[in-house]
């Protein structure tokens, strides 16, 4: 179950935070906006591993040593895929937005009920990328996790490989258990993820 808690969070999570942050710099009023999405791009270049340090010593601090929520928060707001929702998002056409501003719909009205239905293929592939990624998170997990309550799945696998001995049976049958809810994941969403592909292969 925890596994599934850690999946279901990161990817709803990172859903929900990049689809808000690619509209807003899409559609967002401030002029600044227009300036942030090249910094955002370039946040991708810094590796997860230079700020982990970092990262550990905030968790202490707060208290989120041992939860779910501090696997959860570092890894739901991804420049990539704010860049690729904001990608999809600038396929909208422009006429549908304004043409409901003018009937009085809010900004976030428009982004719930306009963007985000048009934009399924991202939410699939985002869903189907941050999933696979949450679900063979090893070093963070272990980090930050000190008992087997909240741990995830890879850490547990991860156990039948001990120094001096390694349980070959355990170890493969382990894997494989792990493998098949991610292939199933996949196998859910696959009709919207190569649509995505597909898509993406003829923008211009």
């Not at 955002?40 to 905030?58: C, F, G, K, S, V």
């Not at 937005?97 to 239905?117: H, K, L, N, Q, T």
Request: zero cysteines.
């Amino acid at each position: 179950m925890i596994p599934f808690i850690l999946l279901l969070g990161t990817a709803l999570g990172t859903i929900l935070v990049s689809s808000m942050a690619g509209y807003t710099l899409l559609r967002g009023k401030m002029r600044i906006f227009k300036f942030l999405l090249p910094v955002i791009i370039a946040l991708y270049i810094i590796p997860m591993e230079t700020i982990m340090l970092p990262l550990l010593y905030q968790s202490i601090k707060m208290g989120l040593l041992d939860t779910f929520i501090i696997q959860i928060i570092p890894l739901i707001a991804s420049p990539i895929y704010i860049f690729l929702f904001y990608q999809f998002m600038k396929e909208v056409p422009p006429s549908l937005y304004e043409a409901a501003d003018i009937e009085g719909v809010s900004f976030w009205g428009i982004y719930r009920y306009i963007y985000m239905p048009m934009n399924t293929s991202a939410i699939a592939t985002v869903a189907i990328l941050q999933g696979m990624d949450s679900w063979n998170q090893y070093f963070w997990p272990l980090l930050v996790t000190q008992t087997e309550r909240v741990r995830p799945l890879s850490i547990a696998v991860a156990s039948f490989s001990q120094v001096g001995t390694i349980y070959w049976d355990r170890l493969m049958a382990a894997s494989v258990l792990m493998m098949l809810p991610v292939l199933v994941f996949f196998l859910l969403f696959q009709k919207f993820f190569i649509a995505s592909i597909a898509s993406s292969a003829v923008k211009g």
